[in-house]
C-alpha cells in the first residue's frame, strides 16, 4: 500500500519542480498552445527548438507592428507561423528557393504579393493585391 502513495508523492515532486521550468518561457506555452491548436508534431526535439525560434521571431513581428497602431489592422499568429517566409513562399506559392540573382527558381504569374506567415485580423485586405 505505501508503494502508491510513494509514486503519488514521486510524480507531485516531478510536477512540482517542473512548474518553474514550465513558467520560465510564457513564448513557449503560447507555442504549445499553437501547436495544439494547429495540430503540429515535430519529428524531434531538434525540429521543435528550430520551429520554436521561427515562430518566435514571427511573434516579434507581429507583436512590434501591433504596437506601431499603424495600418488599421493586426497581425496574429495563424497555422503558417512556424514557416520561415521562404518555405512559406515554397509552400503557398509554389515559388522555389531564391537564386543568386533573388529571383525564385520556379516560373511565377504572381506579379504582386505581400508574403507573411502570419494574419492580419479585423479589416479586410480586399483590393490590395
Same mark, same amino acid.
Given at each position: ?17 517542473? =512548474?518553474?521550468? #514550465?513558467? +520560465? !518561457?510564457?513564448?513557449? &506555452?503560447? %507555442?504549445?498552445?499553437? @501547436?495544439?491548436?494547429? /495540430? ?35 497581425? =496574429?499568429?495563424? #497555422?503558417? +507561423? !512556424?514557416?520561415?517566409? &521562404?518555405? %512559406?513562399?515554397?509552400? @503557398?506559392?509554389?515559388? /522555389? ?33
Amino acid at each position: 500500500m505505501a508503494r502508491p502513495s510513494l509514486l503519488l508523492a514521486l510524480l507531485v515532486a516531478v510536477w512540482v519542480c517542473a =512548474a518553474p521550468a #514550465r513558467a +520560465a !518561457d510564457p513564448l513557449l &506555452e503560447r %507555442f504549445e498552445r499553437w @501547436m495544439g491548436r494547429y /495540430g503540429r508534431l515535430y519529428a524531434d526535439a531538434g525540429e521543435k527548438q528550430r520551429r520554436l525560434e521561427v515562430y518566435r521571431r514571427n511573434v516579434e513581428l507581429v507583436e512590434r507592428f501591433n504596437s506601431m497602431g499603424n495600418g488599421g489592422y493586426r497581425l =496574429a499568429d495563424t #497555422r503558417f +507561423a !512556424d514557416l520561415t517566409n &521562404e518555405e %512559406f513562399r515554397a509552400k @503557398m506559392l509554389g515559388l /522555389g528557393p531564391r537564386s543568386r540573382t533573388g529571383h525564385a527558381t520556379a516560373p511565377s504569374t504572381v506579379t504582386r504579393v505581400c508574403i507573411l506567415p502570419l494574419a492580419a485580423s479585423g479589416r479586410s485586405l480586399t483590393g490590395f493585391f
